[in-house]
């Protein structure tokens, strides 16, 4: 079973910047494409970033690029989102999961607690 614990979350005034963190166990971390996901009350999943197995490619949904930066280190079966110059559209619960190659679809069933980004105007 897999556990995933997201974390670093906050208050942050518009244009401010957040550090995600999403450390996963019960699977070889490193086997993954990682993504990160956000969600608003009411409203379905979505898919914010992804990154390969080996963090040579990343990909980003048309709302955070140039904004979000995911990133990975496979020691530490970690996960990272940079989130710089914040909108109040980014507020949202931020999870992490594995995501099928080439897709923006999340491959795991469990998913972690979430952690709240809330962006003020």
């Known amino acids: 079973q897999v556990q995933l614990v997201e974390s670093g979350g906050g208050l942050v005034q518009a244009g401010g910047s957040l550090r995600l963190s999403c450390a996963a166990s019960?699977?070889?971390?490193?086997?993954?494409?990682m993504g990160w996901f956000r969600q608003t009350p009411g409203k379905e999943r979505e898919f914010a970033a992804a990154i390969s197995r080996g963090a040579y490619n990343t990909y980003y949904a048309d709302s955070v690029k140039g904004r979000f930066t995911i990133s990975r280190d496979n020691a530490k079966n970690t996960v990272y989102l940079q989130m710089n110059s914040l909108k109040p559209e980014d507020t949202a619960v931020y999870y992490c999961?594995?995501?099928?190659?080439?897709?923006?679809?999340?491959?795991?069933?469990?998913w972690g607690q979430g952690t709240q980004v809330t962006v003020s105007s």
């Open positions: 019960g699977r070889t971390f490193s086997n993954y494409y």
């Open positions: 999961n594995a995501v099928q190659p080439g897709t923006r679809v999340a491959i795991w069933r469990d």
